[in-house]
């Protein structure tokens, strides 16, 4: 049988949701924090994210969810604090070829072409010249850009560019996928299928960590974590959180508790 995107890497063995129980976490963090200057980005973070959860960031511009993602990648280094991802610490290069990072701002090189972007990541992640091919093959089908292997990423659409965004960061089937607004900029139908898709890697024990505005992607994550002005103000399934709050809905949820915080001050 062929090999299929979802199926385990070589060498790499993607444990299915339903055996994730008793892991050791995905992600850990403790008082986690950074500081630029004297601006507090990310304020003593403390957060647990279990293998195979999609845990999702919320929070306005400017709350830290980037800054603290870009950490936990092992691409800031903290204040102080410390945090672990896979089981060793952020930045080990133990954990390179096992996580993947969809930046918000394209991290393409506009001067190459479609194919020759996704080369450059896949020679960055060490994969064998057939273990490319077959991953290629089924991001550009699964991202509908087959047809525009060859032009370069300067001639895409924004959504074109997002989509191979986010091929570039699968290309070497991670096991944890740090993904920073990977859905904005594009249509809803493409957004709907991109969830699909996050759904069909959690099923294969793919742990995701997100950060997002839409409300109803919140809504879709197995728990999230409200963060305003660098603090985490709220963590939980997004039921718990809506009725923490005492609504029904995200929006408001987050309002409130917000509110609450600013309160407590």
Known sequence: MARTLLDNPPGKRLIPISSCAGMPPAVQTDKLTKQFGKLLAVDRISMTVE??????????????KTTLVRM???LLLPTSGTATVLGSLIGSPTTKTRIGYMPQESALYLDLTVHENLELFGTIYDLPGRTFQTSEEEL???????????DLASDLSGGMRHRLSLACAM???????????PTVGIDPELRASFWEFFSSLRQKGVTMVMT???????????RIGLMRQGKLISEGTPDAVMAQAGTDSMEEAFLRLAGRKEANR
């Open 171 to 181: 290309i070497h089937r991670p096991e944890l996928l740090f993904l920073d607004e």
């Open 140 to 150: 550009l089908d699964f991202i509908h850009l087959k047809d525009r292997k060859n």
């Open 51 to 64: 293998p195979g959860e999609v845990y999702g960031l919320l929070g306005p511009n400017g709350a830290g």
């Open 212 to 222: 997002t505005h839409y409300m109803d992607e919140a809504r879709r994550c197995t």
């Open 72 to 74: 936990l990648c092992g």
